[in-house]
């Protein structure tokens, strides 16, 4: 079975600033997708950004980065120039393809003025 | 992007009762569709993936009795608690896959909030 392990329950960041939540998973599979989700106060389940494991580039979407490191089996994202609106629930997924995704416990983003 | 309903939104009903939840899929067909329940403040866990037109698979520990999925469109999954208790009350979310969509992604609907008195 594969898990995901985010061990971070609570993160801070000022308004501007950058911030790197963590996430590792354990697989056996070579072909994979791993994705964070964002989930604010209003629960509607927010996809962040996506990267297929057969991808050595680390995806990207505006503000928020990935660090893609398939043999250390981890995935962290780092949002930059943070802002208000960030604040959220952050969730770390993995999924074999075809298959539901298995969420990580979450780490809850705080943003500061 | 593809759009995701769930209904209702919130429902508080007596224990005992039977609630149903719908999740349609407004802009896509999808083969495939997921329910999650999660409870305050933990992570969304799978209760079943349902496939159209053929039976749910259940996750371990949840009661296909109790939880009924059915799948009868490309459009539509329902999810009935049947007699519910207080400890079903919980945040009931649901997915849904597109056909022959990439990347294995899925659009969640809003949630359905559960409360049994």
């Known amino acids: 079975a594969q898990t995901v392990t985010q061990s971070q329950p609570e993160m801070s960041v000022q308004e501007a600033e950058t911030v790197t939540l963590s996430c590792t998973y354990d697989t056996s599979e070579s072909d994979y997708y791993l994705f964070w989700y964002k989930q604010p106060p209003s629960r509607q389940m927010i996809l962040v950004i996506r990267?297929?494991?057969?991808?050595?580039q680390n995806a990207t979407e505006n503000r928020f980065s990935v660090n893609f490191q398939k043999a250390a089996k981890s995935f962290s994202l780092k949002i930059s120039d943070s802002q208000l609106g960030d604040a959220a629930m952050y969730f770390c997924?993995?999924?074999?393809?075809?298959?539901?995704?298995?969420f990580g416990k979450g780490t809850s983003l705080l943003v500061t003025p | 992007g593809a759009v995701v309903s769930q209904h209702p939104s919130r429902v508080i009903c007596k224990s005992g009762t039977s609630v149903k939840i719908e999740c349609r899929s407004l802009?896509?067909?999808?083969?495939?569709m997921f329910w999650y329940r999660q409870f305050p403040k933990q992570s969304l866990m799978l209760m079943a993936t349902s496939n159209e037109g053929s039976k749910a698979t259940y996750e371990q520990g949840v009661e296909k009795d109790k939880f009924l999925i059915n799948h009868a469109s490309l459009t539509l999954s329902t999810l009935t608690v049947t007699s519910a208790h207080p400890e079903d009350s919980s945040f009931y979310i649901c997915?849904?896959?597109?056909?022959?969509?990439?990347?294995?992604?899925?659009?969640f609907g809003p949630g359905t909030r559960l409360t049994v008195l």
């Open positions: 802009d896509f067909q999808a083969t495939t």
């Open positions: 997915s849904a896959r597109a056909s022959g969509g990439p990347y294995n992604e899925q659009f």
């Open positions: 990267q297929e494991a057969y991808k050595q």
């Open positions: 997924a993995y999924a074999n393809s075809g298959y539901a995704l298995n």
